[in-house]
């Protein structure tokens, strides 16, 4: 995405701008009027059935343009915006987004593809993000179950009780639960038997390099593994090469992502991105 930044730019903001106070308060003041004006937009990056070979749906990755600074990438924004609290405004507006974007697909023909979200923990733990998803499902039309929320480990090892209650109604709705960057995070696996989760998204930190080194290799295995005990599903994330994606497959990953296929692309280019398969499948 940079290619297309104006030139320059990205490479001023990483370079001379990285981590200091002066980039952190002028992404925080340029993001509240971001959505207004424009400036953010969802990205989709396509996942696959390894069994199948087929798009099952993609992730919605945000992106923000910003009009000095260039492309910031989402580990730079998305912290800011959850500090300043500005990441329940981004956060619904990413979920109504992701929704209407999916639901169009699905009438344009391309299958019954379902969208992944990712929700920041401080989002989710409102009180009302059951009527948020609700909302953006009924406004968009889009069946519950073409939905998935990305939530992550810390998540769900704060504040346990309440979550659950609220996870076992979306899930009750439909509404499926991955957990992201799995591995990374808290090692206490216990919430895995407690709460209605789907899915388990394996990080790309241990994906990219299975193929490299041993042991990630059998963490690999090991977490998919350990998902089927408790029924659980797997998507790697992070898939760069058609080695990597036989050993998954192999070890009985059911789906992934990753720049082996493609990057996350504009909402345009991703419809494009499936009909051309479509077209040589077909
Ligand atoms: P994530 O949800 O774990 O997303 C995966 C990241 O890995 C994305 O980076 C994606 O572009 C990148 N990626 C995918 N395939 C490959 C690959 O094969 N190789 C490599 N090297 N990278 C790959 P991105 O888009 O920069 O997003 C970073 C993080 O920002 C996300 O991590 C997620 O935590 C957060 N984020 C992005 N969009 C949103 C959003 O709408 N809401 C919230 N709350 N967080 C978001
Ligand atoms: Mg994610
Ligand atoms: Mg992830
Ligand atoms: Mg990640």
């Not at 039309?141 to 998540?155: D, M, Q, R």
């Not at 005990?229 to 992502?257: N, P």
Request: with cysteine; charged share 20%; proline share 3%.
């Amino acid at each position: 995405q940079s290619k297309d930044a104006g030139r320059n730019t990205f490479c001023f903001f990483d370079a001379s701008m990285n981590e200091s106070v002066t980039e952190h308060l002028h992404i925080a003041s340029g993001l509240r009027s971001a959505l207004a004006a424009g400036e953010l937009q969802l990205h989709y990056q396509p996942q696959f059935d390894l069994h199948s070979g087929r798009i099952l749906g993609a992730e919605a990755l945000l992106r923000w343009h910003h009009p000095e600074l260039g492309w910031i990438p989402p580990g730079k924004f998305i912290p800011i915006a959850e500090r300043s609290g500005l990441i329940n405004e981004l956060g619904s507006w990413v979920l109504r987004q992701a929704c209407r974007d999916a639901q169009a697909w699905r009438s344009d023909g391309l299958g019954e593809l379902r969208v992944a979200v990712n929700v920041s923990p401080l989002q989710f733990r409102r009180d009302d993000i059951e009527r948020e998803v609700a909302q953006a499902l009924l406004a968009s039309g889009l069946p519950a179950t073409a939905l998935e929320l990305e939530l992550t480990e810390s998540l769900l090892v704060a504040d346990a009780r309440n979550i659950g209650e609220v996870l076992q109604r979306l899930g009750a709705q439909g509404v499926q639960i991955a957990i992201d960057d799995f591995g990374t995070g808290y090692s206490n696996l216990g919430y895995l038997r407690r709460f209605s989760v789907h899915r388990l998204k394996i990080d790309q930190s241990f994906v990219r390099r299975m193929c490299a080194n041993a042991h990630d290799e059998g963490l690999v295995r090991a977490i998919i593994e350990m998902a089927h005990c408790l029924d659980l599903q797997t998507v790697a994330e992070g898939v760069e090469d058609s080695q990597t994606l036989e050993r998954l497959h192999a070890f009985g990953c059911e789906s992934a992502q990753g720049y082996h296929w493609s990057p996350a692309l504009p909402a345009d280019a991703f419809v494009e991105f499936v009909r051309d398969r479509q077209a040589v499948a077909g």
